[in-house]
Structures are given as structure tokens and as C-alpha cells.
């Protein structure tokens, strides 16, 4: 019994000293033969960082270059693109005037409170019964209302006196021609009304325009240009008002509108400077007219007025002025003859052009105007048109005064 005992013993003993060296030879063969310790140090490369979309991962090695070795792409060459095609500015479209022939005649009812107050009014009182000192008192108040004048209403009324108590009966055909006879023979139908052009050299007609602010001198020089335009003349047109804000660019418009070439200069320019080079421009164009618009000036200012000798002493080194029109305010009155007194000792005017003769009742200014002066008024305005200046016709005119 005991020696069975001692064989099983045996027999573990044996077991457990055979896998202890079975598993002991297994470890030595894996282990790694040992290495030397290296003594150069690990360098760790910086943690790469993840793209975009990359999830959260171990940072992996990525190949790196330096800046020399990197190239940048070649430029790439623009693409080709159509040439942007500028809107070109139409010229504007040059219009033909009406003819002045017979204009005034056209517009002889923009004289209609004028013919009511002056024209129809004096008919009136002369076709009384009897004709006592009070109608005549009441005759000269008509005149002296619409602006004829002192001198020239005394001078009417005592032709009238004289020659109704010659005609005896007095019919309304009697008497409308009696009145005419008299207007137009003050009004002096025998002056030359026509505006001089032409130039006794062989340079273009120098015509300069002056006045004082607000009578619509700039207009009148744009309206003037389209009269001569529509009697076949060429026209440059300087714009020597370079004080007024935008008068060269109202001027230039006008003449645009009849093909007109306009010469200006830079605001607050020399004007007598910009009317040697209108005339020097007319003369290189051969053209016919040479239209100057001077700055308006109050006649009160000497050395405004001074300075308008001067344009008139310039432009003459081409030659002589032609015609120098003063325009005037109907409206104004006895006001505009004070303008026009002072104008005439600076300058020696020629002609007369009366503007808004169509908004006043006052149609006896043509007559006190021409008496002050000694020189024809030449043109009327009689609306705000283009076409609204006439030249002025005395015949014409009465029998728009007093009707037919």
C-alpha cells in the first residue's frame, strides 16, 4: 500500500517537472536576442494636423519640403474678353426756325392787354360825342399809363386835338386810322430797324448783346441766334457772361439746338478774354455773325460797367462792332429807361430789343424807349418760345395795339 502510494507520487512529481520545462523553453524563444543601448537621441516629429473631415486619430508622418523646394503654379493667362462697346452721344437734332417774315404779325395776340389798355382804350375816348377837356385829360392818362412817355403823350395829344377838329364827323374807321397814322409816325416808321450783320471788312458781323440781370439777355442771345440762323446766316456764338452760373451752358444749348458752335471759357474766366476768341473763332469758321452774350450787370456798379469797355475795346482789335443791342424788361418801365441811359454812356448802342412785351399792359415803352435813346428798338419778345422773338415792324405792331 505505501509503495503504491509512493509510485503515484512519483508519477506527478514527474508530470509537473516535464511541463515546467516544456513552458520554460517556450519563453526563451520568444524574447528578442538584447541590443546594445544606441546613443543617438529620438527625434519626434510634430503631430500632423487632421484634415478637414479627418476624424480624431493617431497624428501619422507626412512628407514635408522646404521652401525652396516648393514651386507656385504659373499664372494663368486672362481669359479674353469682347471690348466693352462706350454708348456713343447722340447729337442732338438740329432744328430748322421759322421764317421771320411777317412773325410779328403771327404773334400779334401776345399784345392783347396791351391792345386792351392802350389800342382799345383810346378808341374808346375818341369815339365820345364830345370831346371836353376831360376826355383829353383822361386820353393823355391812358397815355402816360402804358408807359409812352411825358414828351411824346403831350406831342399826341395835341396832333390828335388838332387834326379831329379838322375831320369834323369821326366814324370808328375814321378814327381808328387817325390813331394809327400817329402811333406810327412817333413810333418813326422811317428808322432802319434792321440788325446789322455784315461787317464792312471781310470779317463776320460782330453783334455783342448787354443788359442787366433778369431781362432775359442770355435767352435773347440764343433766341437771336435762331432768327439769323432762319435768314440763312452762320452764327458762332461766344459766351462771354462766365459770372453767371450756368449762362454758358443755357447759351451753348440754344446753339446746339440751330448747329451753332458756342466758345466758352472756364467760370469766373476773363469775359473779354472769351469775346476776342469768339470773333478769332468766326473769323478761322468764316462764319457770318459773331454773337456775344456779355454778363448782365446792375447799372449802379462802375467797375462792372468798366469792365464792359473793356470786351467792347478787345473785340474791336478784329475789327468794329457791328450792332451792340441792349435788352430790357417791358415790366420794368420807367426803370428800364434808367438802365438804358447808364448803358448808353459806356457803350454806344445801336439797337433795342424789348423782352416780355407780351406779359405787360405797358406798350408805350417802344415809344418812350426810342425818344430817351435816339436809337430803334429792333426786336420785341413776345412769349417764352424759341420762335417768340420778332423783329419789330412799327406798322405791324399798332394795328396789333388797336386792332383792325
Known amino acids: 500500500m505505501e509503495l503504491i502510494l509512493a509510485v503515484v507520487i512519483a508519477l506527478v512529481v514527474a508530470v509537473a517537472v516535464t511541463s515546467g520545462l516544456v513552458i520554460s523553453g517556450r519563453k526563451k524563444k520568444q524574447l528578442p536576442p538584447a541590443e546594445p543601448p544606441s546613443t543617438t537621441p529620438t527625434i519626434t516629429a510634430p503631430p500632423a494636423e ?161 443788359g442787366v440781370n433778369g431781362t432775359g439777355k442770355t435767352t435773347t442771345t440764343g433766341k437771336l441766334a435762331r432768327v439769323l440762323v432762319a435768314d440763312g446766316k452762320s452764327v458762332v456764338l461766344g459766351a462771354a457772361d462766365t459770372f453767371r452760373a450756368a449762362a454758358a451752358d443755357q447759351l451753348q444749348t440754344w446753339g446746339e439746338r440751330v448747329g451753332a458752335r458756342t466758345v466758352r471759357g472756364p467760370e469766373g474766366g476773363d469775359p473779354a478774354s472769351i469775346a476776342y476768341d469768339a470773333v478769332k473763332e468766326g473769323i478761322a469758321e468764316k462764319a457770318d455773325v459773331v454773337l456775344i452774350d456779355t454778363a448782365g450787370r446792375l447799372h449802379t456798379k462802375t467797375g462792372l460797367m468798366d469792365e464792359l469797355g473793356k470786351v467792347k475795346r478787345v473785340v474791336e482789335k478784329h475789327g468794329p462792332l457791328d450792332e451792340i443791342l441792349l435788352v430790357l424788361d417791358a415790366t420794368t418801365g420807367q426803370n428800364g429807361l434808367i438802365q438804358a441811359r447808364v448803358f448808353a454812356e459806356v457803350v454806344d448802342i445801336t439797337g433795342i430789343v424789348l423782352t416780355k412785351l407780351d406779359g405787360t399792359a405797358k406798350g408805350g415803352i417802344v415809344i418812350a424807349v426810342q425818344r430817351e435813346l435816339g436809337v430803334p428798338v429792333k426786336l420785341i419778345g413776345l412769349g417764352e418760345g424759341p420762335d417768340d422773338l420778332a423783329p419789330f415792324e412799327p406798322g405791324a405792331f399798332v394795328d396789333a395795339l388797336i386792332g383792325d
Open 50 to 210: 487632421p484634415h478637414v473631415g479627418d476624424e480624431a486619430e493617431t497624428p501619422r508622418e507626412e512628407p514635408r519640403r522646404t521652401v525652396e523646394e516648393v514651386t507656385l503654379p504659373a499664372p494663368e493667362a486672362p481669359e479674353a474678353t469682347a471690348p466693352v462697346e462706350e454708348p456713343v452721344a447722340e447729337a442732338p437734332e438740329i432744328e430748322v426756325p421759322e421764317p421771320t417774315a411777317g412773325r410779328l404779325v403771327r404773334l400779334r395776340a401776345r399784345l392783347a392787354r396791351s391792345q386792351n389798355s392802350l389800342g382799345k382804350g383810346l378808341l374808346t375816348l375818341l369815339s365820345r360825342e364830345h370831346l371836353d377837356e376831360d376826355t383829353w385829360e383822361e386820353i393823355e392818362e391812358t397815355l402816360l399809363t402804358a408807359d409812352v412817355g411825358v414828351a411824346p403823350t403831350q406831342e399826341l395829344v395835341e396832333r390828335l386835338r388838332d387834326r379831329v377838329k379838322v375831320l369834323g364827323t369821326r366814324t370808328p374807321e375814321e378814327l381808328r386810322g387817325l390813331l394809327r397814322e400817329e402811333l406810327v409816325a412817333l413810333l418813326g416808321a422811317d428808322l432802319d430797324r434792321a440788325v446789322k450783320t455784315e461787317s464792312p471788312e471781310d470779317v463776320p458781323g460782330v453783334v455783342m448783346v448787354v
